[in-house]
């Protein structure tokens, strides 16, 4: 049996050792243990849209390593393990994925890119990926094609491709404008694609006036452009003679359009003193050389134009009396020599011969001498007293008397004699027209005046 003692002792002995233990946890600090850092754990992102100086790319942080992650981007360069002591963008902070834009490349070189993360503890790499850039696109090379076909509307170029720069042509043709230099925010058009040659027409232009053209050609590497040419558009009422460029004028009388200006073809010229009915001979009026570019620089050229004996006038075709005559001759493309019932229908739209000269005449006295009688030029033909070349070998009359051929021969029936043909006169004493034979020897050099086909 326990006594009363015993069991009291009992009781301290358990408080005490309570007592202990609680202070034993009360005084003793728990400690944890603390997780390690590192530096970030990331991937490179694939690489894509790359050009000539530009691609795209990015990475992926899965692990910051226990720490904030306060730089990231790629890093690259011609090595095989770049730096962020390389070229290098700069794309945020944090963890997870990012985009990268890489610039400043150079065409056709092999760069290698590694995303990267700066984190307290250092930076960390992805993996290394090749890129190679694109060759450079210029923009292609071309010229600028001669401008022909010119109108008082209209006219034609065209350019040739020789280099398209590396890329596809996508756009060709040729701009114009009043100014120097035009570019494509300016007139153009739009002529297919491709190197090579090609034709352009422009249109919806301004009579006599000066215009700049260039061609041009456009890829992906942008616009090059051809060298600038330049044209004046024809006055109204005029063409171009396509063998020498010589701009006349023309009118329309009645049913019928006449060249309002004298015919300058000039293929050769010779002297007064050599005189044909088998070969053509060409002159100008006071001109006695064989020189065709001296020929042309006399003011006799530039304002009367060229006589030429009936052998050149017909130029190797049959003389008609029909109308319209049919024939060619000496004249450009589209027009024809007239013969003597076309003058006579010209004659008759001007109130006949007795005052059609008048009407027919240049007014006032510039080039024709006093008094000019009757001229009014009302029809607008404007005819002038350029002279001939007679059978004697001499130049006579400029001033006083304009001559023109018609594609009418005599006939031995008519006249006895195949020496003539019939002629157009007009005189500055003179209001009337007088188209007969009487003079007009095939060997003479007389004036052309055409009419359209």
Not at 92 to 115: D, E, H, M
Not at 262 to 276: A, D, F, Q, R
Not at 359 to 369: D, V, Y
Not at 429 to 452: A, M
């Amino acid at each position: 049996m326990k006594t009363k003692a015993s069991i009291l002792i009992y009781a301290l002995t358990i408080m005490l050792l309570m007592f202990a233990n609680s202070c034993s946890k009360d005084d003793t600090p728990i400690i944890e243990k603390e997780t390690p850092k590192s530096i970030p754990v990331l991937t490179t992102a694939d690489i894509k849209d790359i050009t000539e100086t530009t691609a795209n790319t990015g990475g992926n942080i899965t692990n910051d390593g226990g720490a904030a992650v306060t730089a990231r981007g790629v890093c690259w360069g011609t090595n095989q393990t770049p730096t962020i002591n390389d070229n290098k963008t700069s794309d945020g902070n944090g963890k997870g994925s990012f985009i990268s834009n890489i610039t400043n490349l150079t065409p056709n070189t092999t760069y290698y890119v590694r995303a990267y993360a700066t984190n307290s503890e250092g930076t960390g790499y992805g993996n290394a990926i090749s890129l190679t850039t694109n060759e450079k696109i210029n923009a292609p090379t071309l010229s600028t094609a001669e401008i022909t076909e010119v109108t008082e509307v209209s006219a034609v170029s065209g350019g040739n491709i020789t280099d398209d720069g590396g890329a596809t042509v996508s756009a060709r043709g040729v701009c114009w404008s009043t100014e120097d230099n035009p570019t494509i925010e300016d007139n153009k058009t739009t002529d297919g694609t491709g190197a090579g040659t090609f034709s352009s027409t422009l249109s919806n232009l301004k009579s006599e006036t000066t215009y700049y053209v260039r061609s041009y050609a456009t890829n992906s590497g942008g616009t090059g452009y051809g060298s600038t040419m330049t044209f004046t558009t024809l006055p109204d009422n005029s063409f171009v003679d396509k063998r020498d460029n010589n701009i006349y004028k023309f009118v329309t009388i009645g049913k019928q359009t006449w060249m309002a200006e004298n015919l300058k073809y000039l293929p050769s010229v010779v002297g007064p003193e050599k005189l044909s009915t088998t070969e053509a001979h060409y002159y100008v009026y006071d001109y006695k050389g064989t020189n065709v570019t001296e020929a042309k620089a006399t003011e006799n050229y530039k304002i009367y134009g060229v006589l030429y004996n009936w052998t050149a006038a017909m130029a190797g075709e049959e003389d008609s009396p029909y109308n319209p005559s049919g024939v060619q001759g000496i004249c450009p493309d589209g027009w024809h020599l007239p013969s003597e019932a076309e003058w006579n229908e010209l004659s008759n739209n001007l109130g006949k011969a007795d005052v059609a000269g008048g009407k027919l005449k240049e007014a006032g006295t510039n080039h024709w001498l006093s008094p000019n009688k009757g001229a009014t030029n009302e029809s607008g033909f404007t005819a002038l007293p350029g002279g001939h070349l007679e059978d004697d070998g001499q130049f006579w009359y400029i001033g006083e008397i304009g001559l023109w051929w018609t594609a009418t021969q005599i006939s031995v029936a008519h006249e006895g004699t195949t020496h003539n043909a019939w002629g157009v006169n007009l005189h500055n004493t003179k209001e009337s027209i007088r188209i007969d034979f009487r003079s007009t020897y095939l060997v003479d050099g007389k004036s052309i005046r055409c009419v359209r086909d």
